[in-house]
T-cell receptor
Framework: QKEVEQNSGPLSVPEGAIASLNCTYS??????FFWYRQYSGKSPELIMS????GDKEDGRFTAQLNKASQYVSLLIRDSQPSDSATYLC?????????????FGKGTLLTVNP | DGGITQSPKYLFRKEGQNVTLSCEQN?????MYWYRQDPGQGLRLIYY???????QKGDIAEGYSVSREKKESFPLTVTSAQKNPTAFYLC?????????????FGPGTRLTVL
């Protein structure tokens, strides 16, 4: 079964530091990749999507994709306590005429004041 | 306000009962999805629908049923055949087909079996 793997953490960083979250995927047919943030007890919120090799920046967030290595990462610069959450990585793959997301189990990030 | 609503927020069920979880969206999305999340686990796909009157089983469809009679609505029934139904249930929607890259989630329903 094709998987999306994440380090479960917890990952702990001090306020103001860079947090680096990593994800690997096994399906070479995956076309699109997503990072969701999920606060405890809440539903996931889409924060970044990336479709091409390289970097994509949005504010304090940078997503990096390397399809040859089947690797996706999310960098959070100037980390804030409000960034403390579980971060879910997902890839999108095609099955026939349908598309669906496959999620990793998430990495818990704690930003310490 | 555009968005996805799920009701109820919390639901308690006795063993042997069927329950139906509501999901409504006004984003004009064709595709809708149901996921289940257990503590410390990622999201697992139960059912999805790309178009009205059509739906497909996801990875863990056993013990669940859905309908898609309207574009805006995709209710999920948790039947008594589901062995371990206590979980956080999340509904999502997106554009369909190759355009439907980004899925957006509702607030979720937390189901507890007593």
């Amino acid at each position: 079964q094709k998987e999306v793997e994440q380090n479960s953490g917890p990952l702990s960083v001090p306020e103001g530091a860079i947090a680096s979250l990593n994800c690997t995927y096994s399906d070479r047919g995956s076309q699109s990749f997503f990072w969701y943030r999920q606060y405890s007890g809440k539903s996931p919120e889409l924060i970044m999507s990336i479709y091409s090799n390289g970097d994509k920046e949005d504010g304090r967030f940078t997503a990096q994709l390397n399809k040859a290595s089947q690797y996706v990462s999310l960098l959070i610069r100037d980390s804030q306590p409000s960034d403390s959450a579980t971060y879910l990585c997902a890839d999108r793959r095609q099955g026939g005429s349908n598309y669906k997301l496959t999620f990793g189990k998430g990495t818990l990030l704690t930003v310490n004041p | 306000d555009g968005g996805i609503t799920q009701s109820p927020k919390y639901l308690f069920r006795k063993e042997g009962q069927n329950v139906t979880l509501s999901c409504e969206q006004n984003l004009n999305h064709d595709a809708m999805y149901w996921y289940r999340q257990d503590p410390g686990q990622g999201l697992r796909l139960i059912y999805y629908s790309q178009i009205v009157n059509d739906f497909q089983k996801g990875d863990i469809a056993e013990g669940y049923s859905v309908s898609r009679e309207k574009k805006e609505s995709f209710p999920l029934t948790v039947t008594s055949a589901q062995k371990n139904p206590t979980a956080f249930y999340l509904c999502a929607s997106s554009l369909a087909g190759a355009l439907g890259n980004e899925q957006f989630f509702g607030p979720g329903t937390r189901l507890t079996v007593l």
